[in-house]
T-cell receptor, first 111, second 111 residues
Framework: GIQVEQSPPDLILQEGANSTLRCNFSDSVNNLQWFHQNPWGQLINLFYIPSGTKQNGRLSATTVATERYSLLYISSSQTTDSGVYFCAVRQTQTGANNLFFGTGTRLTVIP | DSGVTQTPKHLITATGQRVTLRCSPRSGDLSVYWYQQSLDQGLQFLIQYYNGEERAKGNILERFSAQQFPDLHSELNLSSLELGDSALYFC??????????FGPGTRLTVT
């Protein structure tokens, strides 16, 4: 299957700082989603972004499908942003609809 | 709240036993997916159903099976449980856009 790599694996920020999380994938995709897994284990949809740029409050994301990467920007981070951020993709070639997940970026925001 | 419900939230059982996890998709979604999240394997796709029919299979063990009923809810059956089956099991659903929404998960502990 497709390989999905996320970096950095761990990130510690002071409250108020900005950060960029990266997702690289090894094949063409027709769906890319970013999720936040909170400390209670819930997977929360952040963005559905197969290409282009989207913004939602302090979060924004950009996917450059032709270069096989996506970026998630978090500005003015808050302690509630802590958790694990996952990128997940749907591979074009197979025609299947399931998502392949990266290994995640664990974000800790310190007050 | 994603609109996807899963029961039970937690399940503790012994090796060799059989359990059933239940999922109700978002209203109007015909596709249901099951994923397993374990510490060593990360988030992995197990199986997909679309409108009652099996659509795709991932890394699902032969001891595991699933079905989707006419009212579109789905059940994942896990039998002959082993310690290594302890994990968080997620159900997700999607509609016409293929964006997947995840339920809160069932945390299975096999002792």
């Amino acid at each position: 299957g497709i390989q999905v790599e996320q970096s950095p694996p761990d990130l510690i920020l002071q409250e108020g700082a900005n950060s960029t999380l990266r997702c690289n994938f090894s094949d063409s995709v027709n769906n890319l989603q970013w999720f936040h897994q909170n400390p209670w284990g819930q997977l929360i949809n952040l963005f559905y972004i197969p290409s282009g740029t989207k913004q939602n409050g302090r979060l924004s994301a950009t996917t450059v499908a032709t270069e096989r990467y996506s970026l998630l920007y978090i500005s003015s981070s808050q302690t509630t942003d802590s958790g694990v951020y996952f990128c997940a993709v749907r591979q074009t070639q197979t025609g299947a609809n399931n998502l392949f997940f990266g290994t995640g970026t664990r974000l800790t925001v310190i007050p | 709240d994603s609109g996807v419900t899963q029961t039970p939230k937690h399940l503790i059982t012994a090796t060799g036993q059989r359990v059933t996890l239940r999922c109700s998709p978002r209203s109007g979604d015909l596709s249901v997916y099951w994923y397993q999240q374990s510490l060593d394997q990360g988030l992995q796709f197990l199986i997909q159903y679309y409108n009652g029919e099996e659509r795709a299979k991932g890394n699902i063990l032969e001891r595991f099976s699933a079905q989707q009923f006419p009212d579109l809810h789905s059940e994942l059956n896990l039998s002959s449980l082993e310690l290594g089956d302890s994990a968080l099991y997620f159900c997700a659903s999607s509609g016409l856009t293929y964006e997947q929404y995840f339920g809160p998960g069932t945390r299975l502990t096999v002792t």
